[in-house]
């Protein structure tokens, strides 16, 4: 059963090649995230999350042992009460100015070509509730 609220966008994010990471993730939390606030209400926005990747040695060993790709910079979640909310937007003027302020935005730090968005519904399998309240985080 999906957790509320009932629809999420995942952005797996990919920092422009003259960007450091840090300069990506400086950008993403200070400069971004502070434009997503300031239009949440007009774009329906019930929670966002951004997740910056740590690339460093515990990182490179988890690829190294799953035999896996360079990853992201960083995922950014943003969660939607409804289906209805999110397919809506776009019918509202000031939610589509909105989206292309942010837009404008990413693409001051965002490669948007190697970075896939996509729609998903988030199923909780294993949570703090379940008895393991020192739980930092997860893997696989």
């Known amino acids: 059963m999906p957790t509320a609220p009932g629809l999420k966008i995942v952005y797996c994010l990919k920092r422009l090649p003259q960007l450091t990471h840090a300069e990506f993730s400086r950008h993403w939390r200070e400069i971004h995230a502070p ?3 300031k239009h949440r209400s007009v774009l329906r926005i ?4 951004q997740a910056h990747s740590d690339l460093g040695t515990l990182s490179d060993q988890l690829r190294a042992f799953r035999g896996s790709p360079e990853p992201y910079d960083g995922v950014a979640e943003i969660w939607y009460e409804s289906r209805q909310a999110l397919e809506t937007l776009g019918g509202d003027p000031a939610a589509r100015a909105a989206s292309r ?5 990413e693409r001051r730090f ?3 070509s190697r970075s896939p968005i ?3 519904e988030e199923y909780a399998i294993i949570t703090a509730d379940d008895g ?5 985080g997860s893997v696989g």
Do not use: I
């Open 35 to 37: 434009l997503v606030e």
């Open 46 to 49: 019930a929670r966002y999350v």
């Open 101 to 105: 302020e942010l837009l404008e935005d």
């Open 110 to 112: 965002v490669d948007l």
């Open 118 to 120: 996509f729609l998903a």
């Open 132 to 136: 393991d309240s020192n739980c930092a």
